[in-house]
Every structure is written in structure tokens, then in C-alpha cells.
């Protein structure tokens, strides 16, 4: 009977101990089905390697271990978004969400789950400028850089070129807008002049219209924020063909080998940047990536396995699983003082952050932090030479 | 010299693309009024008749461009054109005998027969992208400029430049041979003359013995011929997209009813009308006036009447005007 007690206090106690490493558990709530549906599977799996980094590692929250649990945003509609995420919050109770996917759908699961509960979420892939601005209470951060920092970089880009005077021109849609606002304020911010922001739509075939108007309004270069395989080819051919502008800037949207094939050196020495890095993390990532079976390359792939590290860290950071505790932990171990911490590296992250030293963390996508919350986003800077695209440097 | 400059950017960016634009719309407006004239409907499906035509030309053109044949400095899509042209007529007789007969035969109204057209038209949208895809195509060849905008400065040692390219040459070239083939056909040959008869009256024309089936063919004959030109000028000029060919229906329309539908004159004052005001309401006459006028009373904004992004709305207003004030069309065509 004595022998059965004492047991019984064992047990309890060994379950006490069990209490203090604890299963977390960790939502991934990407588009799985969808339009996007293609891109998802690499992120979840970038997220998880990340998961299971940390937890293999022995050191996270006293020997703690991380469970990921995926749910399917679907990318366009809200209401299955706020539903999957509140199922991951309610019933798998997890500790943080990674996600979600798409702007919009970020933006729903935000407003109705994690705000509402107190979770924190960090989406790797939501770039809309909108998302900057919204009520988060501190609950929401993105590894994905706003289309407004892309607006910035671009003004940069320019006027470290010596070119003050530019026209710009936009396709008709929320990207096109929302890039090409962003980019004018910036760059009359920094001094430079736009001399017309004119919309152009895409998918007809006539844009002598829309040229007479740039080329009247003048500027020693032409900005083109669309899509290479739409409007802005016509834009490009119809400027170049009456002889209106001889340097043309692009963005994303713009960048693409078609440029090569379609003008050549034709725009000789125009420029442009799109999102990316060539850092020494991102080289890691891909290498630990393909060890685990999957393409760390794949876009928005090294985001995520940013988002999840880096809430799994600031949870180490806070002594806390709690949502309220470690979000005002995740900009200190994002930026600077600290150790700079690489894919693979968590670990001793883990170790440092422990006894209570900073880190720096750099990760997949050479994260770096800027209010409120988002990723300040590198950028990779393009120029047309002999007739190619070729890199020039990172932004 | 500044009044030179002022000449020389006004024709680069508004007169030279517009009178190429204008050709191009004018070719297509004449092939929807002469099937109003003569057949009695609105042919919805001329777009996609015009992308049947430039399809079956880029396929030659490519054939020839294989066999190593081409047109010098010419585009060797000029060479295809006939044979283009031959598979058109081709499918458009073939839709008349198979869909419009049966309901010419029923005397059908021309509302039906408008209906039966969309049909027509989603049939022939569907073929050309099974065929070619629904991409991109670009099949213009040889010398791209008459003249560059940097040579053209360097020639004369104004400020500004004027260029000219080929394409835009040889469509309103061509524009002009067949305008001229057209009116001369109808005014002069005994076909011409029967078909402007049954046009004007079809119970007095069919009482004078004018045999109704054969000006039928021959309409669809030329109008196959006309959407062909148009097409193809249209797709050297800019580019060959089937959806794009789709929405150009809309300013055909326009340019024919602007016109008056069944006026073949009107047709092509329409397709001038609507490509001008396309492009000169929305200019921004900023540099032309700084040109122009003394330093004191330069501009310093636009000077633009409204921005690019209603240049579609502008056709559709003045097609409203003329509606209200001339019901008919400028050139007194048949009431819609």
C-alpha cells in the first residue's frame, strides 16, 4: 500500500515535470487549395523545418517540443480563412500562427482570430501596403516586404543613378496603383519629379494614346510598373518605337527573360530590381532545404521558415508560450545587437537566447525588422547590358 | 525652328498614329457596314472574322519564312495576304451555307440574325485560339522604320523627332488600293451596281432579275477580303492577340455607326473620327504649346483635356452625340 502511494506520488510528480516540457503547438495556415494552391506546399514545409530544427534540438523551453498543425486559408475566401484559423486557435490551441498566404486573407484571419484571441501571427508571403497601417495590437508581423518598401527602393534606385525627372506609368490594377503611389511619394520625398501618373489598361493593342501623353509630359526615364507579358510590352514597343524614351525602369512585374528576347539592346542601360537576396543564409537554407527532400528556391519558401523560427525564438526569449508575453520580444531577436543566427543555427540560438544574450537573427531571407513589424525586404537591383539581364547588386 | 519642333512632335505622337490607327478601323468598319448594307444585320462576329484572316496569313507567312522566301524589306506577310484572304472567304462561305441561309430562307428578323452572329462569332473565337493559341504572335519582318526618330534629328537638327514605321506606311498604302478597289467595284462593274440596287430595294432588284445568292457570295466574298487587310495591317502594326481582335469590335462599331451604317464613306470618316479622337482629347499638349508660345505664357502643368484612362469612354460619347443629333449617322446610313 506504501509501496503504491509512493508510486503514485512519482508519477505525479514525473507528470509535473512532463507539465514544464510541454508539446507546443504551432498553426501553419497557408492557401493549400486555390489559386496559390501550387506555391503552398514548399512554404509549410520551409515552416516545418524549421518547427522540427527547434524541437530535435533539445534546448527550446526546457525540453519542450514543437508540433506544427496545418489549415487550409484557400487564399479567396475570408470566411474559410477566419474558419480554418479559429480552428487552429480554439480547438489545436496553438501558441502562434504562421500565415497566412494571401493579403486578403491575411487581413480576415487577423481581424476576426488572432486579434480577438491574442495570438501572434506572422505571414511570410502578404506584401499588400495596406497591411502596414492596420489596428494589430502587436499581434502581426510579415517576413515578406510591404509593396511600399518596393516603391522606396525603386525612388533609391533611380536617384542614386542621377535621374530627377521621371514619367510613370501603372496597369490598372491594385498592384500597379499601390506600387506606383507608393514609389511617387517617395521619390518626390527624396526630390526627385514625376511629370505625369498615368494608368494604362492592359490587353489592348493600341497605346499611342498613353505615349503622347508620357512623352509630352517628358522625364529623362520611362517607369513601367506592370506585367512584362501584357501592357507594359505595349508601353515599352510603342515608346521605343517613337523614339519617346530610351531608359525605362522596372519593377517586379517587369522583370523577366522576355526582355531579353523581345527588345535586347534595344533598352540598353535601363534598370530595375525585384524582390530577393543572394545572402549566405539563403545558400544554407537551400541546402538544408534539399536535405529534408524539398526546394528551398521556391518563393516565399525561406520566408516561412523565417516566420516560424522566429516566433519559436521569441517564445525562448520570453520564458513563454503566451502571445502576450513574447510579441514584443520578436523585433529585439530580429534586428540587431546580438550573434548573427543562420538556417541551421537554431540551436545555439536557443542556447544563447537561454542565458539571456541577444541575437541578430538572419535566417533564410537576411531578416531585418523595420516598424511595424514587417520585413524591410532586400531586393535584388537588375540592369540591361548587351542586351541581358544581369544582376548589378542587392538593395 | 520651334514651329517646326511643334509640327514634327504633334505628327510623331498624334497625326502619324492616328491616320494608321484611323486606316485600320476605317478596312474593318467598311466590311460591318457593307454586311448592314446588303445583308440587312450587325455582324458581331467581324472581330473574330478578322482574326480568322490575320490567323490563316500568319500561317503562311510562317510557311514562307520556312521555305527561306521573303519581301526584301517588305513584311513577307504581304506575300501571304492572298492566300490569307483564300481561307477566309473560305470559312465565311462556309458559315453562310451552313448558319445564314437557313435563316435568310426563313426571312428571320435581324435582331435573330444579330443573335445568331454572337453565335457565329463565339464558334470562330473558340477555333482561332484551338489553332493558334490565345497568346502572342508576332510575325512582322523585314525593315521596321521608313524613317527612326534619331535619324530623322540627325537629317534636319531639330529637337524633336519623327518616326515612321513601315507597318504604318503600308497600311494606310494599302488602305488607300483598297478603299479605291472597293468604290470602283460598286460604282462601275454590273456586280457592284446589282448589289448597290439590292441594297437600296431587294423586291425591285429581285423583280429585275438580280439573282439574290450571287450578290450574297460576293458581299461575303469582299467582306472576307476587307477583314483580312484589316487584320493582318492591324497585327503588323501592333500585335496579333485573338482577345484583342475581340475588343477591336467595339470600336469598329463605333467608327460604322458613327459613319452611318450601310455608307461605305461613312464607314471611313467614322474609322478617322473615332482613331483622332482616341488619341487627341486625351493628349497632353504641354510640349507642343511650350513650343509654340512665348516663354511667359508656357504651361507648367499637362494641358490634357482628360487622362488616357477615359480614351474608351470618348468614342462611346461621341457615338451618343451623333445618335441624338443624327440618328442616321453622319453620312445619312440606314437607321439602326
Known sequence: MKKLFLATTAAIALGAGAAAAEEVKMGIALGFTGPLESLSPPMAEGAEL??????????????????????????????????????????????????????????????????????????????SPALSTVEDNGYFFRTAPSDARQGVIMAENILDRGIE?????????????????????????????????????????????????????????????????????????????????????????????????????????????????ESEGLSLFVELAKEAGFDGTEIFAPESYDAMALMLLAMQAAGSTNSDDYKGKIMDIANAPGEQIMPGELGKALEILAEGGDIDYQGASAVEFIEPGESAGSYIEMEIKDGKLETVGVR | MDFLNAIVALSNFVLVPAIAYGSQLALGALGVTLIYGILRFSNFAHGDTMAFGTMATILFTWWFQSLGISFGPLPTALLALPLGILGCMAIVLLTDRAVYRFYREQKAKPVILVIVSMGVMFIMNGLVRVIIGPDDQNFADGNRFVITAR?????????????????????????????????????????????????????????????????????????????TVAGVLYGLDKTFKPFVYFQLLLPIFASAIVGGLGSPVGAIAGGFIIAFSEVTITYA???????????????????????????????????????????????????V
Not at chain 1, 260 to 269: A, L, P, Q, S, V
Not at chain 2, 178 to 185: D, E, R, S, T
Not at chain 2, 307 to 334: E, N
Request: charged share 20%; proline share 3%.
Open chain 2, 151 to 227: 535619324d530623322f534629328k540627325q537629317m534636319t537638327g531639330l529637337d524633336e523627332g519623327l518616326a515612321i514605321k513601315t507597318t504604318q506606311g503600308i497600311t494606310v498604302v494599302v488602305a488607300i488600293i483598297a478603299v479605291g478597289l472597293l468604290f470602283w467595284f460598286l460604282n462601275r462593274t454590273r456586280t457592284g451596281k446589282s448589289m448597290r440596287a439590292y441594297s437600296d430595294n431587294e423586291d425591285l432588284a429581285l423583280l429585275s432579275g438580280i439573282n439574290p445568292e450571287r450578290v450574297v457570295m460576293i458581299t461575303w466574298l469582299i467582306v472576307a477580303a476587307l477583314a
Open chain 1, 165 to 277: 525627372t521621371v514619367a510613370l506609368t501603372y496597369t490598372n490594377n491594385d498592384y500597379g496603383k499601390g506600387l506606383a503611389d507608393s514609389f511617387a511619394e517617395a521619390y518626390k520625398e527624396k526630390g526627385g519629379t514625376v511629370t505625369i501618373n498615368a494608368a494604362h489598361e492592359d490587353g489592348k493593342a493600341d497605346y499611342s494614346a498613353e505615349i503622347g501623353a508620357l512623352s509630352s509630359a517628358g522625364g529623362d526615364a520611362l517607369v513601367v510598373v506592370g506585367y512584362v507579358d501584357q501592357g507594359g510590352k505595349g508601353i515599352v514597343r510603342a515608346a521605343l518605337d517613337t523614339g519617346a524614351f530610351d531608359t525605362f525602369v522596372f519593377p517586379d512585374g517587369m522583370i523577366a527573360e522576355t526582355l531579353e528576347t523581345d527588345f535586347g539592346d534595344e533598352i540598353e542601360g535601363s534598370f530595375g530590381q525585384k524582390p530577393g537576396n
Open chain 1, 50 to 127: 524549421a518547427a522540427r530544427e527547434i524541437s530535435d534540438s533539445g534546448k527550446f523551453m526546457d525540453g519542450s517540443t514543437v508540433k506544427a498543425v496545418r489549415a487550409d486559408t484557400t487564399c479567396i475566401d475570408a470566411s474559410a480563412a477566419t474558419a480554418a484559423a479559429e480552428r487552429l486557435v480554439t480547438s489545436d490551441r496553438v501558441a502562434g500562427i504562421m500565415g497566412a498566404m494571401c493579403s486578403g486573407a491575411t487581413g480576415a484571419v487577423l481581424q476576426n482570430v488572432a486579434i480577438p484571441n491574442g495570438v501572434v501571427m506572422i505571414s511570410p508571403s502578404a506584401t
Open chain 2, 285 to 335: 499638349w504641354k510640349k507642343v504649346l511650350t513650343y509654340l508660345l512665348p516663354e511667359a505664357w508656357q504651361p507648367d502643368g499637362l494641358v490634357q483635356l482628360m487622362s488616357t484612362d477615359y480614351k474608351f469612354a470618348v468614342s462611346f460619347v461621341i457615338l451618343l452625340i451623333v445618335l441624338l443629333f443624327k440618328p442616321t449617322g453622319l453620312f445619312k446610313g440606314k437607321s
